[in-house]
């Protein structure tokens, strides 16, 4: 298939572009690299040595034979760009990564509020009416994430794939009927991916367009089996307060001596995927996309369930790291159970890479082996919810030489 991967660049993009390729298919990537730039301005790197995107490719070509193309072209603000890159493309299949993707970035001021938004809810529609203008008929698979649901707001009901079946009184009985489940985002960035799915919702409707949402969790590891081929294609590890994910956080922490940061109790429980399963997930939802005029097919791309201290636990015990308790920067509840189905995914056959398969080989290939590249002042997450809400000081300033 000719695949288009916007936002190939990113954390997922660039291993998902990487996979698809190494399995056939042909990959063109476009991407603003505004997440390179979200860096300089954050004064944060990732944890692994990324290279630049003309580098990573050539060394692509070197290592594999493979060429993946790529457009410098932001989908937010350069719509005329989108469209002519479709029709000159005319891709089979678009997987759609590039939104600015952290809560804490998008709870940071009243600027990166705005920024989310406008950059994600623009891209997406822009991304929507392109494909409706130009009639090209590719399927489109959206990553989305499992913060749609919201955290506790069903019990210990599982949250099915994106729809939700309610009986609706009506004075001559009940009438059953499939919503879309309902929206609870916690921060703007989640907000913006429930905007997204309403989006998607009228669109598949009236312009009959094949749309996939991936309700994804939490992305803990870092390397692929094509990442790892050669220092120059190695995937991005973010570790600094606001884009760092928990899972890859304590990793880091744990190799640097620092201690685990835990906000709150810990009591939340969160869904994960390793970024190997990722990319399959991705291979799956493009070679098994809905019909023409079908609703968006949703699905839960997570495989595993934990509670943020137990995970800081196992974590600790593995590499004897202490663990802090501070304060939780989000408006969030302090303790919720969640129970998730992933029917579809695993029906479809992915195998999941589970915490105790990755674990120990991450702290030991990445964070420990890259642990030099850290900067302390970054770890500890500032972003807050509402305003005079307290952060932690920092719990170590420099890395300790012996570690
Ligand atoms: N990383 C996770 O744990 C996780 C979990 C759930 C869902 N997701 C979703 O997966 C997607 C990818 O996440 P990621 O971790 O790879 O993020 P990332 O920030 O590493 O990658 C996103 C890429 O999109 C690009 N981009 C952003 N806005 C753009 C625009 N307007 N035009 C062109 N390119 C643009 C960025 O430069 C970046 O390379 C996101 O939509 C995110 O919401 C990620």
């Not at 196992?314 to 802090?324: R, V």
Request: aromatic share 6%; hydrophobic share 35%.
């Amino acid at each position: 298939m000719r695949v288009l991967v916007l936002g190939g660049d990113g954390f997922c993009g660039w291993p998902t572009s990487l996979y698809l390729s190494d399995r056939g298919h042909d990959i063109t990537i476009a991407d603003n690299l505004s997440r390179r730039k979200i860096d300089i301005e954050l004064e944060v790197d990732s944890l692994t040595p990324i290279r630049p995107i003309g580098e990573r490719l050539h060394a692509l070509k070197e290592v594999s034979g493979k060429e993946i193309g790529f457009v410098n072209v932001d989908l937010a603000t350069e719509y005329d760009r989108v469209v002519a890159l479709l029709e000159e493309l005319r891709p089979d299949a678009i997987v759609h990564f590039a939104e600015q993707r952290a809560a804490p970035y998008s709870m940071r001021t009243e600027k990166t509020k705005r920024y989310t938004v406008d950059n994600n809810v623009r891209a997406t529609h822009n991304l929507l009416t392109a494909l409706a203008t130009t009639g090209i008929e590719a399927s489109l698979v959206h990553l989305g994430t499992m913060g749609v649901y919201g955290y506790g707001w069903s019990g210990s009901a599982p949250i099915p794939e994106g729809y939700l079946t309610v009986k609706v009184p009506t004075p001559d009985g009940e009438l059953e009927r499939e919503i879309l489940h309902p929206a609870n985002p916690g921060s703007v960035y989640h907000l913006t991916k429930t905007l997204d799915q309403l989006m998607f919702s009228f669109y598949a409707s009236n312009d009959r367009l094949r749309i996939t949402d991936l309700h994804q969790g939490i992305v803990w590891g870092t390397q692929t089996e094509q990442t790892i081929k050669d220092e120059r294609l190695i995937n991005r590890f973010d570790y600094d307060g606001d884009y760092g994910t928990v899972l890859n956080r304590f990793l880091m922490q744990a190799a640097v001596g620092h201690p685990l940061t835990v906000h709150g109790t810990g009591g939340q429980t969160r869904a994960f995927i390793h970024i190997k399963d990722t990319v399959r997930c991705i291979e799956l939802a493009i070679a098994n996309p809905p019909e023409a005029g079908a609703k968006p097919l949703v699905r839960n791309q997570i495989t595993e369930t934990h509670r943020v201290l137990d995970l800081a636990k196992m974590i600790g015990d593995m590499t004897g790291t202490e663990i802090a308790y501070l304060p939780n920067p989000r408006r969030e509840a302090e303790e919720n159970e969640l129970c998730v189905r992933n029917d579809q995914f695993l029906a479809l056959g992915l195998k999941p890479t589970t915490l105790s398969e990755g674990l120990l080989e991450e702290v030991h290939e990445i964070a420990s082996k890259y642990k030099d590249r850290a900067d302390p002042a970054k770890i500890i997450a500032r972003s807050v919810w509402r305003q005079g809400m307290e952060t932690s000081a920092d719990l170590l300033t420099e890395l300790p030489a012996d570690k």
